[in-house]
């Protein structure tokens, strides 16, 4: 298996990072632009997961007789079109990798089929592939587990406008990641739909998309990697381009998280200066629900800084492209830090170190896994990633950033 060595420098280069776009902003726009026959003017991100979901977009639209529709690891690819194809006319099978058919989809199946929708299970009951018979839906009132993926909710208000009675969705429990819901509602309502949201209620009436293809903004998820970079050097900054303020993007929260953690953010302009205060909490205690994907940035980083932390709220992660609360423990473990899984939804990490059992780090196929240790790579010293090409799947140019922040990087 392919493997990179990566050693940290004294101190940043004062480079400026221009972060990819967001593909969770560029998927939910295609989508949309689907809807409206114009997902080829969305710009998306230079990722796998992007081109992935444009690819089959393209597909499906010009009925190419490809029966199967292959999400790769893209779990909010298989979700979104999942909803997509079953509006869609014809017969798809929408499969994925091995992993990915370990990520349950029966909440999303469940409520489609109470619309009307076709679908089997080829395999596992509640796991991909699935067959889709599409067909017009007429929506009406749908019930949804709102407890395992805010994309099975997204990719049902998604498809609410172009069902000839649009969609009532009721939430049975409390959603996780909720921002990302928002983030759909807001999306969809800048793009010329409406979305109405009250006691575990969301209403969106049929409607028409008119698409402003110029909503793009770079990715919150991947600041991450930065702030915990600055977070673990000593007297260091960065400035990263292309981020909103005001973005609706839930892992926006990495910056008020970080501050407990010894990063300061400073607009200057449209550019965020991040920079290193050194005013470190003595323990953090946070619920992630609402962000899990900032998880592993956070873990490393409390673990390189020696912080007592109790990370709660990571249920989710457990279905992510790897299982990345066992992950964390596993890989923190090999390089002598303290970290424990606590029945798969919390992470307790205990300052002090022991020695290493070893300088590789395995990625489990997850992006977050070997962008999240490369930033370790400050505290730990020089670290070995396995198999560093997953980054592709959000943020290809990973590698070269750090280059040109000063990190060696060898194969």
Not at 213 to 231: C, F, G, K, N, P
Not at 319 to 336: F, M
Request: glycine letters at 6%; hydrophobic letters at 40%; charged letters at 20%.
């Amino acid at each position: 298996m392919k493997s990179i060595t990566i050693s940290a420098p004294e101190v940043f280069k004062q480079a400026a990072i221009t972060l990819p776009l967001s593909k969770s902003v560029a998927n939910r726009m295609l989508v949309m632009a689907f809807l409206n026959g114009k997902e080829s003017l969305i710009p998306i991100p230079d990722s796998d997961d992007s081109y992935i979901m444009l690819n089959l977009l393209h597909q499906l639209r010009n009925r190419d007789n490809r029966a199967v529709f292959d999400v790769c690891h893209a779990g909010t690819v298989f979700r979104f079109l999942c909803a997509l194809m079953a509006i869609t006319p014809g017969k798809h099978v929408l499969s994925g990798s091995p992993r990915m058919q370990q990520r349950p989809c029966g909440p999303l199946v469940d409520a489609l089929q109470q619309m009307g929708a076709e679908i089997k299970y080829l395999k596992a009951e509640g796991f991909p592939p699935i067959e889709i018979e599409g067909k017009d839906l007429k929506g009406g009132e749908v019930c949804m587990d709102a407890s395992v993926s805010s994309q099975f909710i997204s990719a049902l208000m998604m498809i609410a406008p172009v069902l000839q009675q649009g969609l009532k969705i009721k939430l049975l429990s409390t959603p996780v990641s909720l921002p990302y819901i928002h983030l759909t509602a807001e999306l969809m309502k800048k793009n010329g739909t409406v979305v109405e949201w009250g006691n575990g209620i969301i209403m969106v009436p049929k409607g028409e998309y008119k698409v402003d293809t110029r909503i793009m903004e770079a990715d919150w998820s991947a600041a991450s990697y930065w702030y915990a970079l600055v977070a673990l050097m000593p007297d260091s900054s960065i400035t990263l381009n292309g981020l909103n303020g005001r973005s609706a993007q839930g892992d926006q929260r990495v910056s008020e998280i970080f501050k407990l953690m010894g990063v300061d953010s400073v607009w200057e302009g449209d550019k965020l200066l991040l920079r290193h205060s050194g005013n470190v909490t003595d323990y953090l205690h946070i619920d992630l629900n609402d962000c899990p994907d900032l998880a592993p940035a956070i873990a490393v980083t409390c673990a390189g800084l020696q912080l007592n932390a109790d990370l709660q709220g990571l249920e989710t992660l457990t279905i992510k492209e790897s299982n990345r609360l066992t992950a964390l423990e596993s890989e923190l473990a090999n390089l002598g830090y303290q970290c424990k899984n606590i029945n798969n939804h919390t992470l307790q990490i205990h300052s002090g170190k022991i020695a290493s059992t070893s300088n590789r780090v395995k990625t489990y196929g997850d992006h977050r896994i070997a962008m999240a240790f490369a930033s370790l790579s400050v505290a730990a010293g020089l670290l070995v990633i396995e198999d560093p090409d997953v980054v592709n799947k959000s943020y290809p140019q990973f590698w070269n950033d750090l280059i040109s922040a000063g990190f060696c990087i060898s194969e």
